[in-house]
């Protein structure tokens, strides 16, 4: 049963409001967000915790792999030790930065008219080069056609090999601690082959003296010329740099007539 006061209390509570729809700039219905999508979207951008464990494990393998620094140079630790000190006492320089040092040694072999008879001579070549200097050579060719030679413009006529670095002191060590020494009735290179700039230019006739090469496997005798480029200012600067590193210099006459 209902009494007088419960029906004051029905006519007396207010009807509650309508919740106001959203609506854009035109008047259109906007869209409700969803939130279940943007989470689920959050959850598929992360990784899982399995994929995340296997790819920090990764990480870490490769970090125990990681190959160890090269060593520096037998002949670089020398001159930075000896050479380095000698030369600042004999000529008296003011800073380190004067002191010659190696700047970089240039390889090249001619092919010349071998190349227009043989077409594999270039390819022979290119494997002797590579295999003595353990860098891939650049082709050089005719900058201009000479009937006399029959020799056209951009024909293939030599390699050439250019080692800074690392490879430049790895070179110039086995050059004159095992390859010059192998050659037959050898009484030391010559003192007189300097530019004037301290740069050094080597001639070999045989490139089976490197050791690198087999004998049985070429195909034909070639030369090259080795090229050291210093940054000494005078050859004798750079004869006395050489010498130190150990090129073996034939002895001056001036030695002979003392011995």
Same mark, same amino acid.
């Given at each position: 049963?209902?009494?007088? #006061?419960?029906?004051? #209390? ?24 969803? &939130? ?23 990480? #870490? ?164 010329? &080795? ?5 000494? #200012? ?12 150990? &090129? ?12």
């Amino acid at each position: 049963m209902t009494t007088e #006061n419960d029906k004051d #209390n029905e006519q007396t509570e207010a009807p509650k409001p309508a919740k106001a729809r959203r609506t854009t700039k035109d008047g259109a219905k906007a869209k409700p967000k969803t &939130v279940a999508k943007s989470k689920a979207k959050a959850k598929s951008t992360r990784a899982p915790r399995g994929k995340a464990k296997a790819a920090a494990s990764a990480t #870490n393998d490769v970090a125990k792999v990681a190959p160890e620094p090269l060593a520096v140079p037998r002949l670089l630790t020398r001159y930075r030790d000896e050479v380095a000190g000698t030369l600042i006492k004999e000529f008296e320089y003011r800073t380190p930065m004067q002191v010659p040092r190696l700047t970089k040694i240039l390889l090249n072999i001619g092919i010349g008219a071998e190349a227009i008879q043989n077409s594999k001579a270039i390819e022979s070549a290119s494997r002797d080069l590579m295999l003595i200097s353990g860098q891939h050579p650049i082709t050089t060719r005719a900058r201009k056609s000479i009937a006399a030679f029959k020799v056209r413009e951009g024909m293939p006529m030599g390699l050439t090999v250019t080692l800074r670095n690392r490879r430049m002191y790895e070179f110039f060590d086995r050059l004159v601690s095992s390859t010059l020494p192998r050659i037959r009735d050898f009484r030391g290179v010559s003192r007189e082959s300097f530019d004037g700039r301290g740069n050094y230019a080597l001639g070999i006739s045989e490139q089976v003296i490197f050791p690198e090469i087999e004998y049985n496997s070429v195909d034909r005798i070639r030369g090259l010329q &080795v090229v050291v480029v210093t940054s000494a #200012n005078t050859d004798r600067e750079g004869l006395r740099l050489l010498e130190l590193l150990g &090129v073996p210099f034939a002895r001056s006459e001036e030695e002979l007539a003392v011995a």
